[in-house]
């Protein structure tokens, strides 16, 4: 019977936690990015230049460029309960933005770990 009891807590524990929101940061690889996206819609955000947004991004990325004068603004256009799924081309203008996104008091950051050219590499889809 002790046992038994022991057994459930730990049930309880575990499926208590399963249902709270991830918070932070989360640098991530393309395989995990697409299954976190489609498990959790939330907003995703191309920080590169419209040009290279144009030549192919990831599926309702919006394209917010990092350097342009409004992307403060823009940011501030974005839920800052729901996840934000960032990406570049290669990770370093999206560490900019997730900096900015964590000033901004964001709750939930999930960053593509090597940007456009990990997912392309991986043979994930692109939207042109």
């Not at 996840?83 to 901004?104: F, Q």
């Given at each position: 019977?002790?046992?038994?009891?022991?057994?459930?807590?730990?049930?309880?524990?575990?499926?208590?936690?399963?249902?709270?929101?991830?918070?932070?940061?989360?640098?991530?690889?393309?395989?995990?990015?697409?299954?976190?996206?489609?498990?959790?819609?939330?907003?995703?955000?191309?920080?590169?230049?419209?040009?290279?947004?144009k030549s192919g991004h990831i599926a309702d990325a919006i394209n917010m460029h990092v350097y342009?004068?409004?992307?403060?603004?823009?940011?501030?256009?974005?839920?800052?309960?729901?996840?934000?799924?960032?990406?570049?081309?290669?990770?370093?203008?999206?560490?900019?933005?997730?900096?900015?996104?964590?000033?901004k008091g964001f709750e939930h950051i999930v960053e593509l770990d090597g940007g456009m050219d990990?997912?392309?590499?991986?043979?994930?889809?692109?939207?042109?």
């Amino acid at each position: 019977m002790k046992n038994l009891l022991y057994i459930l807590f730990i049930a309880l524990t575990f499926t208590s936690c399963q249902g709270q929101h991830k918070k932070g940061v989360e640098l991530v690889p393309p395989s995990t990015f697409e299954k976190e996206m489609a498990a959790d819609k939330g907003q995703i955000i191309d920080v590169r230049t419209p040009k290279e947004y144009k030549s192919g991004h990831i599926a309702d990325a919006i394209n917010m460029h990092v350097y342009d004068a409004d992307f403060a603004k823009q940011v501030d256009s974005l839920d800052k309960s729901k996840t934000v799924y960032v990406y570049c081309k290669a990770g370093g203008r999206s560490a900019e933005a997730v900096e900015h996104l964590k000033s901004k008091g964001f709750e939930h950051i999930v960053e593509l770990d090597g940007g456009m050219d990990a997912w392309n590499e991986a043979n994930k889809p692109v939207k042109q």
